[in-house]
């Protein structure tokens, strides 16, 4: 249904056409009858749970908790840009409240806000730990780890 040939792969650390993705993600949504949001959280819990602990297992090696691997991943994404011709991956910021508690901000001009929820709570999957998520902006959350 997206026009793209039945033998393509698409790879993570290759840089794809952000049409292409957009136009796979709304075609998968109507083909399966599902939401945006719903989608997004399909792929954060199979992304963080099958694909990534295989693929990008160091990134994974020695965290210990989600909040842990969250705050990396600004960094990683710096890492993969750097490996990536033309790679404009999100950047992250943070802001720690308390121990339990920070404000993470997503910057890209992809608006794929709903992804990158649906791979927070993936990660909340992934550690086995609850991850209250609060949008304060549109590209703004509030994480409560319990």
């Not at 952000?18 to 399909?42: F, P, Y």
């Not at 999100?90 to 709903?114: A, C, G, Q, V, W």
Request: aromatic residues 12%.
């Amino acid at each position: 249904k997206s026009g793209l040939p039945k033998n393509l792969t698409i790879y993570a650390h290759h840089d794809i056409d952000d049409e292409v993705i957009i136009k796979v993600i709304n075609n998968t949504c109507d083909v399966l009858g599902i939401t945006l949001k719903q989608a997004a959280d399909a792929f954060g819990e199979y992304w963080m749970n099958e694909y990534a602990p295989k693929k990008y297992f160091a990134f994974f090696t020695g965290k210990k908790t989600a909040k842990e691997f969250l705050l990396t991943m600004d960094r990683v994404h710096e890492k993969m840009t750097d490996k990536i011709e033309n790679a404009q991956p999100p950047s992250f910021t943070y802001e720690e409240i308390d121990d339990n508690t920070i404000i993470m901000t997503y910057k890209s001009h992809r608006d794929l806000e709903d992804i990158w929820i649906g791979l927070i709570k993936g990660v909340g999957i992934y550690f086995k730990e609850d991850i209250t998520i609060k949008k304060l902006e549109k590209n703004k959350v509030k994480l409560k780890f319990a």
